[in-house]
């Protein structure tokens, strides 16, 4: 069955960096495009990015774009999440999601703060 586990999440201070990844089992990774979403406390989940399917265009929320990257590395079946210069308003749970078939992990905790 597809399962998507997320890692990499934690505390870390204003200014600093993660990466959280999401390894993906159940499926042919390298045939699915995929994306990150957010949720804080009290909110919906937010689209932070998508990745195509080799990589080869990704797309951003304005919240994030040019401080968060997403990648994917097919040979490893795993999708990444590079944050850089964080803020607390990062602070959130972190889902990596397969858009076909609508599949969610189970998310991981960034915490940001001082």
């Known amino acids: 069955q597809v399962q998507l586990v997320e890692s990499g999440g934690g505390l870390v201070q204003p200014g600093g960096s993660l990466r959280l990844s999401c390894a993906a089992s159940?499926?042919?990774?390298?045939?699915?495009?995929m994306s990150w979403y957010r949720q804080s406390p009290g909110k919906g989940r937010e689209l932070l990015a998508t990745?195509?399917?080799?990589?080869?265009?990704?797309i951003y929320a304005d919240s994030v774009k040019g401080r968060f990257t997403i990648a994917r590395d097919n040979a490893k079946n795993t999708l990444y999440l590079q944050m850089n210069n964080l803020k607390p308003e990062d602070t959130a749970i972190y889902y990596c999601?397969?858009?076909?078939?609508?599949?969610w992990g189970q998310g991981t905790q960034v915490t940001v703060s001082s």
């Open positions: 990745i195509t399917v080799a990589g080869g265009s990704t």
């Open positions: 159940g499926f042919t990774f390298s045939n699915y495009a």
């Open positions: 999601r397969r858009l076909a078939g609508n599949y």
